[in-house]
């Protein structure tokens, strides 16, 4: 999962001969991890077009660059816990595609038995925590994950994710101000795609350098560029770094662009052609496939064979996805509730 600077080529030496700024090894992880996300996004809204997903789906097309950016910067063992649209930080994690798509049609085989369904993928042993539905419910889980890393004294940080329309919760300053006092190792980071469902970051606040929201905190802060891979892994690795040596929270506003609607029912009327066009303009994945291209780290032949080989498995998960059962009535109240074994409550 991490990639540490040994694959970065940095030096200024390097940078003037126009060589490019990362390893052909990272470039690829990079492609390889936004294509994926793209296709199965692309096939999750096809299926659901077709009414094999129900319920609400919120797809990451345009997003990838910031689930690549951030996984590629962190290590084994840290946690991330973001809102519901996830299914591309999910993929980030390393879930498996085939459970993946089998969750969104609600068959056992997915990644919670088919009972989450696209808003609550979860995976204890990848250390993902969700895919929450309520917005802004995932902060203070979030924080809570750090303050167990803190107790248990790991080296572990938790990256804590939320939209630009969560910031204007009162559990994120709540958090912000707990996480602070408590110096906890946890990283947190704002998807600001421009857009609460409908509604524009400029009409729901007059602070919209979102980032600045840390000032009141002391919270170390900046913006980030969202559509380059580059640009996230850079900005994680260095607050990453402040987090995990005991310096406290560091709060990234990460800059991106959702290019399809809020949610599937969403025609995004509220946006012109021509912002999305700047910034479809700026597309993630083809600018990391004409950067790899550009520098000859792979030829078109073999950029054409890893595209068609994600396309394979994106078939293959929508076919196992379809072969699946759905889960049992009887498994209805399983996995819903833990029976707590308290000193006080033993006979």
Known sequence: MATTTKNKKTSNNQKKSNKPAYSKDQYLRWFELM????????????????????GFCHVYIGQEAVAAGIE??????????????????????????????????????????????????????????????IVGAQIPIGTGIALAEQYKGTDNICVTMF????????????????????????LYICENNGYAMGTSVARTSNVTELYTLGESYDMPAEPVDGMSPESVHEAVEKAAEHVRSGK??????????????????????????????????????KTVEARMLEHELLSQDEVDAI?????????????????????DPSELYTDNYVQADYPFMRD
């Open 35 to 54: 294509f994926r996300i793209r296709k199965f996004e692309e096939r999750a809204l096809m299926m659901y077009g077709k009414q094999k997903i129900r």
């Open 163 to 186: 939209g630009d329309g969560a910031a204007r919760q009162g559990s994120l300053h709540e958090s912000f101000n707990m996480a602070m006092t408590w110096n906890l190792p946890v």
């Open 72 to 133: 590629s910067a962190l290590k084994d063992g840290d946690a991330i816990v973001t809102a519901y649209r996830q299914h591309g930080t999910a993929l980030g994690r390393g879930l498996d595609t085939k459970a993946c798509m089998a969750e969104l049609f609600g068959k056992e085989t997915g990644v919670v038995k088919g009972k989450g369904g696209s808003m609550h993928f979860f995976d204890k042993g990848k250390r993902y925590f969700g895919g929450n539905g």
């Open 248 to 285: 406290g929270p560091y709060f990234l506003e990460i800059r991106t662009y959702r290019y399809k609607g809020h949610s599937v029912s969403d025609p995004a009327k509220y946006r012109t052609k021509e912002e999305v066009k700047s910034y479809q303009e700026r597309d993630p994945v």
């Open 307 to 327: 595209k068609e080989r994600i396309k394979k498995e994106i078939d293959e998960a929508v076919e196992f996805a379809e072969q699946s059962p759905l889960p």
